[in-house]
């Protein structure tokens, strides 16, 4: 079996000073997406179902998602993903970041799905780094802390992957 190409993002935008996170029913909360947040993650519901145009992206047919939980309250990571969800008519995989992405890692490689993660940005690298990678010094030791704007690619090359950061190109202002 080949394996699936596996695609991360962060969470779009979150609140600010200036900017107030909103729930997708318009209530304050500080917990979810800034307006722009919101308008990213219906952007990237277009960008996923329709990726012909770039480069190694493809549409999900699996997407994973960090859950709130008692210690990390963010409901932004699912925010981001609903929209591309109900695009693509696809259930959102909520769970909590694990201790050891091993059984993770092996469950996305076994169900052999294009998958889209949108995961809590301090954790990507890590997430990454258990999966085996050709050009893994490549991969920045952390995401960029002012990026909301970019996808990491997992492309299968033979029996492991080579990584790709992709430009979203989504938002004015976006690199």
Do not use: C
């Not at 500080?30 to 990726?51: C, D, I, K, N, Q």
């Not at 493809?58 to 709130?68: E, G, L, V, Y």
């Not at 998958?115 to 999966?131: D, N, R």
């Amino acid at each position: 079996m080949s394996l699936p190409t596996v695609m991360f993002i962060r969470h779009a935008e979150k609140p600010d000073k200036d900017h107030k996170g909103v729930t997708p029913d318009g209530e304050h909360d500080e917990h979810s997406l800034s307006v722009r947040g919101w308008t990213r993650a219906g952007a990237l519901a277009a960008l996923f179902s329709e990726p012909a145009s770039r480069d190694s992206l493809t549409t999900p047919a699996r997407i994973m998602a960090t859950a709130p939980s008692h210690s990390y309250k963010s409901k932004r990571e699912h925010d981001t993903a609903l929209p591309t969800a109900q695009r693509l008519d696809l259930p959102i995989e909520s769970m909590s970041i694990p201790d050891d992405y091993a059984e993770l890692i092996s469950d996305i490689r076994t169900a052999g799905k294009p998958t889209l993660i949108v995961w809590h940005h301090g954790s990507i690298p890590e997430f990454v780094a258990g999966f085996e990678i050709s050009n893994a010094g490549e991969i920045p030791r952390s995401w960029p802390e002012d990026r909301f704007d970019l996808v990491w690619v997992l492309s299968p090359n033979g029996e492991t992957y080579t990584w790709t950061a992709i430009p979203q190109g989504l938002l004015k202002g976006d690199a």
